[in-house]
């Protein structure tokens, strides 16, 4: 079993810059890609970007790419997402999950093994 707990949500101003945190106990999460999503209300989750085992790939949904960067730290068995030029469309909550296999482009959340509670991102205008 993977637990996965993120950080670092919280209320920001449009243009403005978070980043979040997710961090595994439990089993390992270093040989899994690990993914993030996000939810707004009323709307399906939604795929955010995710980040291989390694770290030396990363695959973005287009409604982030150059805004937003995922990266790892194995040794500390965190990933991140750093989030600039905030927009009022990014307020969600979001989700880390690790991914079944090392390597993932899936932006399908049924093919996540393992999910975190989430973390709630406020952008206002």
């Known amino acids: 079993q993977v637990q996965l707990v993120e950080s670092g949500g919280g209320f920001v101003q449009a243009g403005g810059s978070l980043r979040l945190s997710c961090t595994a106990s439990?089993?390992?999460?270093?040989?899994?890609?690990v993914g993030w999503f996000r939810q707004a209300p009323g709307k399906e989750r939604e795929f955010v970007g995710v980040?291989?085992?390694?770290?030396?790939?990363?695959y973005y949904a287009n409604s982030v790419k150059d805004r937003f960067t995922i990266s790892r730290d194995t040794a500390e068995n965190t990933v991140y997402l750093q989030m600039n030029g905030l927009e009022f469309e990014d307020t969600a909550v979001y989700y880390c999950?690790?991914?079944?296999?090392?390597?993932?482009?899936?932006?399908?959340?049924?093919?996540?093994?393992?999910w975190g509670q989430g973390t709630q991102v406020t952008v206002s205008t």
């Open positions: 999950a690790a991914y079944q296999n090392p390597y993932s482009r899936s932006a399908d959340p049924a093919e996540y093994e393992f």
């Open positions: 439990g089993r390992t999460v270093k040989t899994r890609a």
């Open positions: 980040i291989s085992w390694t770290g030396a790939n990363t």
